[in-house]
């Protein structure tokens, strides 16, 4: 088994550690500061062979240098068109990221609506899916567009209900309270609340979800159900035609109201 680890950085980034046991080959995913991942690669005794790279944000590439100047072999994963700092391997949807050294293969996902042109990494029922999908909520638009955001959202959503879900950030307990806005009557939401609460009231993470997870509590995952889409035209004060339109109302009022 890949074993996953976060390294946490900055008051809420994770910084994926990827290993197999037995193996001094490791790789990182989304290295916004290099602090934390070299401190842990060496208490681990860890040798560096990949980072994957899921978009541009300084958050997440602004370790990548001088882990590469630390480990001139570690290969640079990451999107075509988006500015990685150090890239040695451009990406696009349906490219494979195969890393021998950890006996792993990620298909690679093209994702975009927060950055242009994000991607995400898909292997052994792992998703690394950085600001796209979060736990109970997904990414602002930062330089893709609503529909493209949706459009990716839905893409993952029809992933394996089973797929575990790596995110970049820890916003869960803030995402469910929005998703309480929404659907205030659900079950599985107050539930989710209640375990994320005990998760980080004893300074654990709440991650990885899962995507049946997500499909049971993510408003921006749940646009196609009566409930979300009468919250959502209740918001917007007029009727939505589509799941994009639901979509774009809920990340807006997100945006305007709750954050
Ligand atoms: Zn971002």
């Known amino acids: ?27 990182v995913v ?22 994957l790279v899921t978009h541009r944000h300084g958050d ?8 590469k100047q630390r ?12 500015p990685v700092p150090h890239r040695d391997v451009a ?9 021998p050294a950890l006996g792993v293969r990620f298909a690679v996902l093209g994702v975009p609506g927060h950055t242009e042109d994000h991607v995400a990494y898909l292997g ?41 879900v790596y995110c970049a950030h820890e916003y869960t307990e803030a995402n469910l309270g929005f998703a309480l806005w929404v659907e205030p009557k659900s079950p599985a939401v107050a539930e989710r609340l209640a ?17 049946a997870l997500e499909r049971a509590t993510n408003p921006f995952l749940r646009v196609a159900e009566p409930g979300v ?15 994009a339109a639901v979509f774009r109302a809920l990340r807006t009022w997100k945006d305007r109201d709750y954050d």
């Open 1 to 27: 088994m890949l074993e996953i680890s976060p390294i946490p950085a900055f008051d809420d980034n994770y910084i994926w550690l990827l290993r197999r046991p037995g193996v001094r080959a490791c790789a």
């Open 30 to 51: 989304d290295p916004g500061d290099e602090d934390p991942v070299l401190e842990r690669l060496r208490a681990d005794g860890l040798d560096l062979v990949a980072i």
């Open 60 to 67: 997440h590439v602004g370790g990548v240098a001088a882990l």
């Open 71 to 82: 480990f001139p072999a570690a290969v640079v994963y990451g999107p075509a068109n988006e």
């Open 91 to 99: 990406l696009r949807d349906g490219d494979e990221v195969d890393l």
């Open 124 to 164: 052994e029922g792992a998703l690394f899916c950085g600001d796209t999908l979060f736990a109970a909520g997904c990414g602002r638009v930062f330089g893709g567009t609503f529909e493209q955001l949706h459009a990716s959202l839905q893409r993952l959503a029809a992933l394996p209900t089973e797929t575990a």
């Open 195 to 211: 375990q994320a609460r005990a998760l980080r009231g004893r300074d654990l993470p709440t991650l990885p979800s899962s995507i």
């Open 229 to 243: 889409i009468a919250a959502a035209e209740r918001w917007a004060g007029r009727t939505l035609a589509d799941g």
